[in-house]
């Protein structure tokens, strides 16, 4: 019984991390996605004025 006790308790331990890791990896994807989309537009607003 100690066996699948300490089988469980490790397998929901495991399964935590990774929630948090793939939390991590979605709001990591979506930070990047928003600078890019800042430098973008600062980017294109440069070449407006440029023109």
Not at 4 to 18: E, H, Q
Not at 21 to 34: K, M, Q
Not at 36 to 48: F, H, I, L, Y
Request: a neutral charge.
């Amino acid at each position: 019984m100690g066996f699948i006790n300490a089988f469980v308790s490790y397998l929901l331990l495991l399964l935590v991390f990774v929630a948090v890791g793939g939390a991590a990896v979605f709001l990591g994807i979506t930070l990047r996605r928003n600078a890019n989309a800042k430098a973008e537009q600062a980017g294109n607003a440069e070449s407006a004025e440029q023109a």
